[in-house]
């Protein structure tokens, strides 16, 4: 399988309710509330030949376009939600393609979830 990546930053604020009541969560309580992240994006999709089927920079461009924001407000999506939003957008656009999404926190935790 042939592939391509690209990759791109965002600035992001979200929170994750359940760490404020979840006992099991008290070590991150501090998550409940809005934080910042500088969100990492490595977005990977399968291309049919070896001649640019899928241009790099057109597809970085049109990936960047679709937060059109200084600053992400996510409400309480994890980087797994924010996988899937974006993946919908991508399938929509390149449908029938292997597509993996990469999301991190920080450059230091994320997601990775794979698209067939």
């Not at 998550?31 to 490595?42: A, E, M, N």
Request: with cysteine.
């Amino acid at each position: 399988m042939k592939k391509i990546w690209v990759t791109f930053q965002k600035k992001g604020i979200h929170r994750y309710p359940a760490a404020g009541t979840d006992e099991n969560l008290k070590e991150v309580e501090y998550l409940s509330y809005p934080h910042r992240h500088k969100f990492g994006f490595r977005v990977t999709i399968e291309v049919f030949h070896l001649d640019r089927d899928l241009e790099f920079h057109q597809f970085l461009n049109w990936l960047e376009s679709l937060y059109d924001t200084d600053i992400l407000s996510l409400d309480h999506k994890s980087c797994e939600m924010m996988s899937d939003e974006l993946y919908k957008h991508i399938n929509d656009k390149f449908p029938g393609r292997y597509v993996e999404i990469e999301i991190s926190e920080d450059n230091e935790c994320g997601s990775i979830i794979s698209y067939e």
